[in-house]
């Protein structure tokens, strides 16, 4: 069974449905709606509406017949208790709706989120109650596998922002799909007058170790570290420029390490990170394709402690409605991948 019922709250007007939304979806065990401050955030950032979506556990048997009163009786406490959590975030958007269904809450969430493909979600990486687990939980990981748009997947743990984020790290590989996310990430920068911190991580080169590396074989690999440290740092020089040249704080950050999830993780925290903007690929998404996020973008998603929004590679640098300043990035095909 599947019903779907949509409310406005107060003083609220509903925007037209085919307008791009955020979509922060909200646990029935968390109705303090612990999400919605940056789905709020978000939404102040790009001048979207939100919907909070809530899904009622249907009953355990489908032969049972529903209580129409049951039913009623749930759905207004539901209403209730989202309504006194959207009005007493800190930064309230001023066009939010709710939207309740019945039903498993993965298949609904996906159902509802399928019909409105060009809107943002906000979905918690687990439960307030599975805090301090690791990994990311079965209702998320069903989403994120059919998910069509960025979603933004917010850390239990994650402190929410004060009115918007300040300080955004976009991960970049040299790859087109990497840069993907740059207008995005620039439009959320330019409307909070945030600082955006370009981040590469120049790995150590593998090499075959049948037998003790030899002298030569470790200039090799130096140099080649060196190459690539030199590469690295004119192409993100050349993104800084045209960046800021649109108005933007930009800062670059470039570092060695034999992990680049890890080096990755250790700069969000350093600099005090307060949103991550990454590609679910980069390089690798032309040699796998059919894998939907690259280990690097896995592995963040899974530890890092601040919310991440993270753009699927089916997603085109068209469809953040930025083309003014995607066209100013006038960057490398393939780069340091």
């Not at 032309?286 to 939907?292: L, S, Y």
Request: glycine share 4%.
């Amino acid at each position: 069974m599947s019903a779907v019922a949509a409310f406005s709250l107060p003083s609220r007007p509903h925007p037209p449905a085919c307008d791009p939304g955020i979509v922060a979806c909200i646990d029935c065990a968390d109705r303090n709606a612990w999400v919605y401050p940056h789905a709020a955030a978000l939404a102040d950032a790009l001048d979207f509406p939100v919907t909070l979506l809530q899904v009622l556990d249907a009953e355990a048997s489908p032969d049972v017949r529903p209580d129409p009163i049951e039913w009623n009786l749930r759905r207004r406490e539901a209403l209730r208790a989202l309504d006194r959590c959207a009005n007493a975030a800190r930064t309230p958007t001023p066009h939010t709706t709710i939207e309740l269904a019945e039903g498993q809450t993965a298949e609904e969430i996906c159902r509802f989120i399928g019909e409105r493909s060009d809107d943002l979600i906000v979905l918690g990486r687990r439960g307030r109650k599975e805090l301090g687990k690791t990994g990311i939980g079965g209702t998320a990981q069903k989403i994120l596998a059919h998910a069509p748009s960025p979603i933004l997947l917010v850390p239990v743990e994650a402190q929410a922002p004060d009115q918007s984020y300040q300080r955004i790290l976009v991960p970049l590989d040299g790859s087109r799909w990497a840069e993907s996310v740059l207008p995005l990430a620039a439009r959320i920068a330019r409307a909070a007058n945030a600082e955006i911190l370009l981040a590469h991580v120049v790995p150590a080169p593998e090499m075959i170790e049948a037998r003790p590396l030899e002298m030569e074989d470790k200039e090799l690999r130096q140099s080649l570290i060196e190459r690539n440290e030199q590469a690295a740092c004119s192409y993100l020089q050349r993104v800084k420029s045209n960046l800021t040249a649109t108005g933007l704080r930009v800062r670059i950050l470039s570092t060695r390490a034999d992990d680049v999830r890890e080096a990755l993780n250790e700069l969000i925290q350093k600099e005090a990170v307060d949103l991550a903007v990454m590609s679910a690929r980069g390089h690798s998404r032309e040699h796998v394709a059919d894998v939907p996020y690259g280990t690097v973008a896995s592995y963040l998603m899974t530890h890092c402690s601040v919310p991440m929004l993270v753009l699927p590679t089916t997603v085109r640098p068209a469809q953040t409605s930025l083309p003014t300043v995607h066209e100013r990035l006038r960057l490398p095909v393939g780069g340091l991948g």
